[in-house]
């Protein structure tokens, strides 16, 4: 599985957009893109995954470089409870189990 | 409600006594894999189990034992637990089809002295 690289932390304003980045110069062809999230020390948090289109779902939008060699993960508006470790993590369909790096700790402020 | 469950949350034991932490899954789930998370390390698979009675090493599964005899749980067993197995330990399920999420249970917070 492609290793990903992502920023150790960012913060942003509450209420403002939350654009975490992450680069997988590696991924190949048939591998997804996955963003989970850890609050705290709670169990990780699916967030939303993709191959190639840019998708969306009720908690965030995940935008894939035409090249698919780095994605943005997008929370429109960040709130308090969005304060969290983020993890992108590339995974095909060699296995099942998740390789999760030391993720983006987002910090969002009042 | 859909969820993975894990008992207990906190355990305090002393080395050599055995234990087990149990995990279960309401949702049917055919996966599961337990996970343990140190500070520096990131979180790193223990185990895993495709089925019943169908499990496998992960990356670290020295010092660990586990089973699956029926679907919903797959209990984690230190038989001999030592103060290098204080951690945090995340169990997780999904359905196998390759690409859906896998939901982790809440951690369960382990201190061997």
């Known amino acids: 599985d492609a290793k990903t690289t992502q920023p150790t932390s960012m913060d942003c304003a509450e209420g403002r957009a939350a654009n975490l980045p992450c680069n997988h110069s590696?991924?190949?062809?048939?591998?997804?893109v996955y963003w989970y999230r850890q609050i705290h020390s709670q169990g990780p948090q699916y967030i939303i995954h993709?191959?190639?289109n840019n998708e969306t779902n009720e908690m965030a939008s995940l935008i894939i470089t035409e090249d698919r060699k780095s994605s943005t993960l997008i929370l429109p508006h960040a709130t308090l409870r969005d304060t969290a470790v983020y993890y992108c993590?590339?995974?095909?369909?060699?296995?099942?189990?998740?390789?999760f790096g030391s993720g983006t700790r987002l910090l969002v402020r009042p | 409600e859909a969820q993975v469950t894990q008992n207990p949350r906190y355990l305090i034991t002393v080395t050599g006594k055995k234990l087990t932490v149990t995990c279960s899954q309401n949702?049917?789930?055919?996966?599961m894999s337990w996970y343990r998370q140190d500070p520096g390390l990131g979180l790193r698979q223990i185990y895993y189990?495709?089925?019943?009675?169908?499990?496998d090493k992960g990356d670290v599964p020295e010092g660990y034992k586990v089973s699956r005899k029926e679907k919903r749980n797959f209990p984690l067993i230190l038989e001999s637990p030592s103060p290098n197995q204080t951690s945090l330990y995340f169990c997780?399920?999904?359905?196998?089809?390759?690409?859906?999420?896998?939901?982790f249970g809440p951690g369960t917070r382990l201190t061997v002295l």
């Open positions: 189990s495709m089925n019943v009675e169908v499990t």
């Open positions: 997780a399920s999904m359905r196998t089809s390759l690409y859906n999420e896998q939901f």
């Open positions: 949702m049917n789930h055919e996966y």
């Open positions: 993709g191959l190639k």
């Open positions: 590696t991924i190949s062809g048939n591998e997804y």
């Open positions: 993590i590339v995974r095909g369909d060699s296995s099942y189990k998740l390789i």
